[in-house]
């Protein structure tokens, strides 16, 4: 008797242990609410919460209710997810963990600081099965990547999966075939789960030396390839003539991959992959036509893989133009064929140009006309621009396309110098790149940026944006015999690091870029040699080069590269050629790194998707050197999304004055503001245990010349 008793109690605790780390993951249940259980919120993409006890009247009590401290520091993009209880989440350093989302107390982490990855990461998936185990493993688990490495975690102990692939993890490169043989591919945006599958996000790197992108989904409990959907499409495949001949074997052309995550249709069975530009970003002499499937909004058989519709919203991109974030799924009342309204399920995609593209989330069938304006051609030899591009007629843009004299920052004590590079330089929509110089308005990072938009279940969208300008030429690049005077490590200084960092090695520090002058002083080689391989935030890594390749490179950067006697080294690595290059990723600024355009930086923006029409518009953010000389509602630039609630809430944080803001999501009025440990260039996350809601930010910094942060930071109205 007294075994059967225990018996009996192991398995009613059993019984509650799982119960927290549960999820149904089919479509949003009333009893979900109190869970963020996927990746902004939903598989609908919302950043919506139906939670109600934070509202517009109480929220200015808001206090900090925990902190979690990670053992590293720097940026963190992680939007973190709660499933019953337990918050999972990511250090800048790419470890997993889950915590107690009542108290920030950890439950379990898993990786090493010194052996993760130096990539950003936007966070993890969870997955639970109908069932209770397989082969005696746990089936709730925890999806996410280190590199190029997508592993299974058990979603209780933080233990890999060793069933799942190779001892728990499978190499994103599986399937991308030679084209993509020690190329960089890693993925930072969680996967999206459709039944027992996974289907990931990589990023790519964006040169010539760019791996193919197709999408592709995974077995959840396995590993094992799915389906592949070739973006750069093969003999016989839909879009295959927009490409020169067999382009998809071409190792100079790549790209056109899904980085910033996808939303899915799960009652339908519909994946919305957004796709980003054909690689090299810039220029593409050698991939003359239309380009498809690159910068697409893809409609894919969730089950398969099959195309059911598409759009591409820049044919043959030499902007780097894709789209930023997963698109959104809504419900709007749009007028039907015979005039009258009608309820349609739609997909709502931003841009980084700062469009909106409405579409019936069935048929592809856009809610507002988009007309193809003719766009100016390049003039640069070889290329071949597109000669239209498609623009919707509504909504109006979110962020300004153009700006002229007037509009030059009147805050600078620089304007003449700032007059002269506007002068001298082309600009407009869809202008080409040239020798002297392209604005690029908004600029490479939107517009809307990887945060993406929230919407609520009244059709309203709420859209964060970027107000920067980038200055870009596009000059010859040089070709090895011309650069064979150059030791081995210069020569692949000029040929990987200069756009970014500089001639000179100063960096743009406005731009995003550091300085590697005197890096020795502050890194030791075994660092400086991992981000070489690896890469770090936005920086690719260069996987392609040998290790004596990586020496040489570090030595010269060391200022100690040991020269062959002959004063030249040996050839190159695998680098494709192409004959142009950028000048650099460089934005439009004075000398002191303020905006070379006047404010607004940064938008906060709420439109109506029912009409096309703007409910409000304010600066997001201010520019803290200035707000410091008593000017303000300049807005500032921001990384990170929002997230609305049913209470009538709107949090966000993303500026770089390190401040987190509630707003009336009705009428834009701010409500509560703090000051973060760091700034939060993420989107924060909403949930509720027990009786009590939570609001929480991960808080890394580290971007925009902001000070480095390693907390989570939880806030709740104080207790009864």
């Given at each position: 008797?007294?075994?059967?008793?225990?018996?009996?109690?192991?398995?009613?605790?059993?019984?509650?242990?799982?119960?927290?780390?549960?999820?149904?993951?089919?479509?949003?249940?009333?009893?979900?609410?109190?869970?963020?259980?996927?990746?902004?919120?939903?598989?609908?993409?919302?950043?919506?919460?139906?939670?109600?006890?934070?509202?517009?009247?109480?929220?200015?009590?808001?206090?900090?209710?925990?902190?979690?401290?990670?053992?590293?520091?720097?940026?963190?993009?992680?939007?973190?997810?709660?499933?019953?209880?337990?918050?999972?989440?990511?250090?800048?350093?790419?470890?997993?963990?889950?915590?107690?989302?009542?108290?920030?107390?950890?439950?379990?982490?898993?990786?090493?600081?010194?052996?993760?990855?130096?990539?950003?990461?936007?966070?993890?998936?969870?997955?639970?099965?109908?069932?209770?185990?397989?082969?005696?493993?746990?089936?709730?688990?925890?999806?996410?990547?280190?590199?190029?490495?997508?592993?299974?975690?058990?979603?209780?102990?933080?233990?890999?999966?060793?069933?799942?692939?190779?001892?728990?993890?499978?190499?994103?490169?599986?399937?991308?075939?030679?084209?993509?043989?020690?190329?960089?591919?890693?993925?930072?945006?969680?996967?999206?789960?459709?039944?027992?599958?996974?289907?990931?996000?990589?990023?790519?790197?964006?040169?010539?030396?760019?791996?193919?992108?197709?999408?592709?989904?995974?077995?959840?409990?396995?590993?094992?390839?799915?389906?592949?959907?070739?973006?750069?499409?093969?003999?016989?495949?839909?879009?295959?003539?927009?490409?020169?001949?067999?382009?998809?074997?071409?190792?100079?052309?790549?790209?056109?991959?899904?980085?910033?995550?996808?939303?899915?249709?799960?009652?339908?069975?519909?994946?919305?992959?957004?796709?980003?530009?054909?690689?090299?970003?810039?220029?593409?002499?050698?991939?003359?036509?239309?380009?498809?499937?690159?910068?697409?909004?893809?409609?894919?058989?969730?089950?398969?893989?099959?195309?059911?519709?598409?759009?591409?919203?820049?044919?043959?991109?030499?902007?780097?133009?894709?789209?930023?974030?997963?698109?959104?799924?809504?419900?709007?009342?749009?007028?039907?064929?015979?005039?009258?309204?009608?309820?349609?399920?739609?997909?709502?995609?931003?841009?980084?140009?700062?469009?909106?593209?409405?579409?019936?989330?069935?048929?592809?069938?856009?809610?507002?006309?988009?007309?193809?304006?003719?766009?100016?051609?390049?003039?640069?030899?070889?290329?071949?621009?597109?000669?239209?591009?498609?623009?919707?007629?509504?909504?109006?843009?979110?962020?300004?396309?153009?700006?002229?004299?007037?509009?030059?920052?009147?805050?600078?004590?620089e304007r003449d110098s700032l007059l002269a590079q506007y002068r001298r330089s082309r600009r407009g929509t869809f202008q080409p790149l040239s020798r002297q110089g392209t604005f690029i308005f908004p600029g490479l990072d939107g517009g809307a940026e990887w945060g993406g938009a929230a919407t609520d279940p009244s059709g309203i969208m709420y859209v964060n944006a970027n107000e920067a300008a980038w200055l870009i030429a596009l000059n010859k690049a040089p070709k090895q015999d011309e650069l064979a005077h150059l030791s081995l490590g210069n020569r692949l200084y000029t040929t990987t690091c200069i756009n970014c960092h500089g001639p000179e090695r100063k960096g743009n520090v406005a731009s995003g870029y550091p300085s590697l002058v005197n890096i020795g002083q502050r890194h030791d080689r075994a660092y400086v040699t991992q981000i070489i391989s690896h890469g770090k935030g936005m920086m690719p890594g260069f996987t392609q080069l040998s290790a004596a390749e990586k020496q040489a490179l570090v030595g010269f950067l060391f200022d100690d590269e040991k020269i062959e006697a002959s004063g030249s080294a040996s050839k190159d690595s695998k680098n494709p050629y192409v004959p142009y290059k950028i000048s650099g990723y460089i934005k439009f600024t004075d000398s002191k790194g303020l905006s070379g355009i006047a404010p607004p930086w940064g938008t906060l923006n709420a439109i109506d998707l029912n009409t096309g029409e703007y409910v409000w518009k304010i600066p997001l953010g201010e520019e803290p050197g200035l707000a410091a000389k008593g000017i303000h509602n300049t807005g500032a630039e921001n990384y990170g999304g929002p997230v609305v609630t049913a209470s009538g809430l709107l949090f966000i944080a993303a500026t770089k004055d390190g401040k987190f803001r509630a707003f009336d999501k009705k009428t834009g009025k701010l409500l509560w503001e703090t000051t973060l440990p760091a700034a939060g260039f993420a989107t924060p996350a909403t949930y509720q245990i027990g009786s009590k809601q939570y609001v929480v930010i991960a808080c890394g910094g580290a971007k925009l010349g902001t000070k480095k942060g390693n907390q989570y930071v939880a806030f709740a109205l104080p207790s009864k």
């Amino acid at each position: 008797m007294t075994r059967l008793i225990l018996t009996l109690i192991a398995l009613v605790a059993l019984a509650v242990g799982w119960s927290r780390f549960s999820q149904n993951t089919s479509d949003t249940k009333p009893n979900d609410y109190t869970n963020w259980g996927e990746y902004l919120g939903g598989p609908d993409r919302s950043h919506y919460s139906a939670l109600t006890q934070i509202t517009p009247e109480n929220v200015r009590n808001l206090q900090v209710a925990w902190t979690y401290a990670a053992p590293d520091s720097g940026q963190i993009q992680t939007n973190p997810i709660i499933i019953d209880g337990v918050l999972y989440g990511v250090t800048p350093t790419v470890q997993a963990f889950a915590l107690d989302a009542a108290t920030g107390k950890e439950i379990w982490k898993f990786g090493s600081p010194t052996k993760q990855s130096l990539s950003t990461s936007r966070g993890v998936t969870y997955w639970q099965a109908e069932g209770q185990s397989r082969n005696g493993e746990p089936e709730a688990r925890i999806l996410y990547t280190v590199g190029s490495m997508l592993y299974a975690l058990n979603a209780k102990t933080g233990k890999p999966l060793l069933s799942f692939g190779q001892g728990g993890h499978i190499d994103l490169h599986e399937g991308l075939g030679e084209q993509a043989k020690d190329k960089f591919v890693i993925s930072n945006t969680p996967g999206t789960i459709f039944n027992d599958l996974i289907i990931m996000p990589v990023r790519l790197s964006e040169g010539a030396d760019a791996a193919p992108g197709p999408v592709r989904a995974f077995n959840v409990l396995t590993g094992k390839l799915v389906w592949t959907f070739h973006t750069i499409p093969q003999p016989g495949e839909y879009g295959y003539d927009t490409w020169p001949k067999d382009t998809y074997k071409n190792t100079d052309v790549g790209g056109a991959n899904n980085w910033s995550g996808m939303s899915v249709d799960r009652k339908r069975g519909i994946l919305y992959v957004p796709t980003g530009s054909a690689a090299f970003d810039f220029y593409g002499g050698n991939r003359k036509g239309q380009n498809l499937f690159a910068n697409c909004l893809l409609a894919l058989d969730a089950r398969t893989g099959k195309r059911l519709w598409h759009f591409q919203a820049v044919h043959h991109d030499i902007w780097d133009r894709d789209f930023p974030a997963p698109p959104n799924l809504l419900t709007v009342t749009s007028n039907g064929p015979d005039g009258r309204p009608r309820r349609v399920d739609a997909v709502a995609q931003v841009t980084k140009s700062g469009h909106i593209f409405v579409f019936d989330r069935v048929t592809g069938k856009p809610l507002f006309p988009i007309k193809e304006i003719a766009v100016p051609k390049s003039d640069v030899p070889g290329e071949a621009s597109w000669p239209t591009q498609p623009l919707p007629t509504r909504p109006a843009p979110f962020a300004r396309q153009n700006f002229s004299e007037a509009d030059l920052n009147p805050y600078s004590d620089e304007r003449d110098s700032l007059l002269a590079q506007y002068r001298r330089s082309r600009r407009g929509t869809f202008q080409p790149l040239s020798r002297q110089g392209t604005f690029i308005f908004p600029g490479l990072d939107g517009g809307a940026e990887w945060g993406g938009a929230a919407t609520d279940p009244s059709g309203i969208m709420y859209v964060n944006a970027n107000e920067a300008a980038w200055l870009i030429a596009l000059n010859k690049a040089p070709k090895q015999d011309e650069l064979a005077h150059l030791s081995l490590g210069n020569r692949l200084y000029t040929t990987t690091c200069i756009n970014c960092h500089g001639p000179e090695r100063k960096g743009n520090v406005a731009s995003g870029y550091p300085s590697l002058v005197n890096i020795g002083q502050r890194h030791d080689r075994a660092y400086v040699t991992q981000i070489i391989s690896h890469g770090k935030g936005m920086m690719p890594g260069f996987t392609q080069l040998s290790a004596a390749e990586k020496q040489a490179l570090v030595g010269f950067l060391f200022d100690d590269e040991k020269i062959e006697a002959s004063g030249s080294a040996s050839k190159d690595s695998k680098n494709p050629y192409v004959p142009y290059k950028i000048s650099g990723y460089i934005k439009f600024t004075d000398s002191k790194g303020l905006s070379g355009i006047a404010p607004p930086w940064g938008t906060l923006n709420a439109i109506d998707l029912n009409t096309g029409e703007y409910v409000w518009k304010i600066p997001l953010g201010e520019e803290p050197g200035l707000a410091a000389k008593g000017i303000h509602n300049t807005g500032a630039e921001n990384y990170g999304g929002p997230v609305v609630t049913a209470s009538g809430l709107l949090f966000i944080a993303a500026t770089k004055d390190g401040k987190f803001r509630a707003f009336d999501k009705k009428t834009g009025k701010l409500l509560w503001e703090t000051t973060l440990p760091a700034a939060g260039f993420a989107t924060p996350a909403t949930y509720q245990i027990g009786s009590k809601q939570y609001v929480v930010i991960a808080c890394g910094g580290a971007k925009l010349g902001t000070k480095k942060g390693n907390q989570y930071v939880a806030f709740a109205l104080p207790s009864k």
